[in-house]
């Protein structure tokens, strides 16, 4: 029973470690969700060969952490392994296995519910990030919030086709502004990158572009081709974009009489 009781210690030290490291390297920069990603693969050992890597690879705050987490990941299978052997074959102790196979469920069960848990994330991300702020010299600016990246808001990654509506016009002509979209850079495919692109810039095919606003305008943006139906789409999203900013203004002097 005391090698289940290690098992269970191993893994809840392994989901505490990999929430560490995704809080850490959000605050380098990273989306939650790259975080989470890269922080489990590293860990794991398993799928750290994606096109992120690179971004993790090239920033050595992001490098070290990863390190760690590969040498920390290492000794948590091995000991896993190990416990999960002695569990179930343990001399003098067969008559125990269902017993054995009930706890380990249950306890597998716990850990799996308070992984999942949004109450339990939030605070243990609060706790986190208070104790990386104090106890480390990360640069901690929560670009997530910096960005306000809730609700419909978000950042995205664009792949420009030759057929695209936005391929081959400069900036200024396509007015993403007025559809609630912002050009955050432009990835050229020789690998260059122009960080806040100015309205000359023009976009080519094969472009990777970086883009900040609503989920549905940039969803609209991917599927939009060239000609007169794009033209409309875009007319529309401007119509759309105007309904957004007059509700965006009537809330905020709602709170204004409010206050």
């Known amino acids: 029973m005391v090698a289940i009781i290690s098992l269970l210690l191993i893994i809840t030290l392994s989901i505490l470690i990999t929430r560490i490291a995704t809080i850490a390297l959000?605050?380098?920069?990273?989306?939650k969700e790259s975080a989470r990603f890269q922080a489990r693969s590293a860990f794991t050992g398993v799928g750290f060969t994606t096109s992120e890597s690179e971004q993790v690879a090239s920033h050595p705050v992001r490098r070290r952490i990863v390190m760690v987490l590969m040498l920390l990941g290492n000794a948590g299978i091995v000991t896993s392994v190990s416990s999960l052997m002695l569990t179930f074959l343990t001399p003098g102790e067969e008559g125990l296995i269902n017993i054995k196979f009930?706890?380990?469920f249950l306890g597998l069960f716990t850990l799996w519910w308070a992984s999942r848990?949004?109450?339990?994330?939030?605070?243990l991300s609060i706790i986190i990030d208070r104790a990386l702020t104090k106890y480390s010299n990360l640069d901690t600016r929560d670009y997530g919030?910096?960005?306000?990246?809730?609700?419909?808001?978000?950042?995205?990654?664009?792949?420009?086709?030759?057929?695209?509506?936005?391929?081959?016009?400069?900036?200024?002509?396509?007015?993403?502004q007025d559809e609630g979209i912002l050009i955050l850079g432009i990835?050229?495919?020789?690998?260059?990158?122009?960080?806040?692109?100015?309205g000359s810039t023009v976009i080519n095919p094969d472009d990777m572009v970086i883009l900040y606003g609503r989920d549905p305008a940039i969803e609209s943006l991917d599927e939009r081709r060239r000609g007169f139906r794009g033209d409309q789409a875009h007319a529309e999203a401007v119509e759309e974009q105007k309904k957004v900013e007059q509700e965006e203004e009537m809330k905020n002097g709602e709170?204004?009489?409010?206050?």
Do not use: C, F
């Open 26 to 31: 959000a605050h380098t920069g990273l989306s």
């Open 102 to 104: 009930l706890v380990l």
């Open 117 to 123: 848990s949004h109450w339990i994330d939030n605070r």
């Open 145 to 176: 919030n910096l960005l306000h990246l809730t609700g419909d808001y978000r950042v995205s990654e664009l792949k420009v086709e030759s057929d695209d509506w936005i391929a081959n016009r400069a900036l200024q002509e396509l007015r993403l």
């Open 187 to 198: 990835m050229r495919s020789n690998g260059d990158y122009l960080g806040a692109p100015n």
């Open 255 to 259: 709170a204004s009489s409010d206050d």
